[in-house]
């Protein structure tokens, strides 16, 4: 599938592994919370409770992921994560998508239970599905995503928009009963990972002008590669030991030339 082309989730898997795994974990917990006498234990000691309440464990920030407040809670953070989930991993690899992931989801944990009170608790994926949709829109700006099917607009004014409506819900949250500051959070880990793993964070480029003047001093740069070599020569590394036997600057190269075919 063309950088170009409208978006048809699937990618090179249509499911892929870490993708699939989270379904099955999140639906096998959605059945034993709503359909055996395990719902109370599971909210007291699975669901991510407030700070100032005295059920908060530190281990809540990771199972408050695979607990859903219903149906269709479930399954519009399940039908999201394949959408925009399925051609990031097959790009990234299964490792670093499983790493983001959860990431973005500990990180929307954590915005939540710091800018929220009151002794209730929060459950659902949707904070990482925030973050896996925010890394859909910095990969893929242009790609057009249909709302119900008829609707389309790109990715990244898609992901502004939900930014922006998630900005004002915070305001409310606390009569809404919707995580908005999670989701917030989400995105928010979501962009600064994605920066990170870019090396594009603060002062990169004065360091790195600083770096390249004393290097001046000392030794003459080597030449410079065309960069459609480069990435040939990473394509091969890929075909032959796996996306994983890719370097952090091997990985940034990659990725940014994906969105230079945006």
Avoid at 20 to 32: D, E, G
Avoid at 208 to 237: F, G, H, M, N
Wanted: aromatic fraction near 18%.
């Amino acid at each position: 599938m063309g950088y170009y082309d409208d978006y048809r989730p699937g990618g090179f898997s249509i499911v892929p592994p870490a993708i699939k795994l989270i379904l099955i974990a999140n639906v096998s917990v959605f059945v034993f919370q709503y359909f055996t006498p395990l719902r109370a234990p599971l909210m007291e000691f699975g669901a991510l409770w407030t700070l100032d309440s005295r059920n908060f464990e530190v281990w809540q920030l990771v199972t408050y992921m695979f607990m859903h407040g219903g149906l269709f809670h479930i399954l519009f953070n399940m039908i999201a994560l394949w959408m925009f989930g399925a051609e990031i991993e097959n790009y990234w690899g299964t490792q670093q998508f499983t790493i983001y992931y959860f990431t973005c989801g500990i990180g929307a944990g954590l915005c939540n239970i710091l800018l929220t009170s009151g002794g209730y608790p929060t459950v659902g994926a949707s904070g990482a599905v925030y973050g896996v949709l925010l890394a859909f829109g910095m990969m893929f700006p242009d790609r057009y995503i249909y709302i119900y099917f008829l609707l389309p607009i790109k990715a990244k004014y898609l992901v502004i928009i939900y930014a922006v409506l998630e900005l004002f819900a915070s305001f409310d949250q606390a009569s809404s009963g919707v995580a908005h500051f999670a989701h917030l959070g989400g995105m928010v880990v979501g962009f600064i990972y994605i920066k990170v793993m870019q090396r594009e964070f603060p002062f990169q480029s004065w360091f790195e002008k600083v770096l390249t003047e004393r290097q001046s001093y000392t030794a003459a740069p080597p030449p410079r590669r065309s960069q459609e070599d480069r990435i040939d020569e990473i394509l091969d590394k890929i075909s032959r030991s796996g996306y994983e036997s890719l370097t952090s600057d091997e990985k940034r190269i990659l990725l940014d030339a994906s969105k230079d075919k945006n």
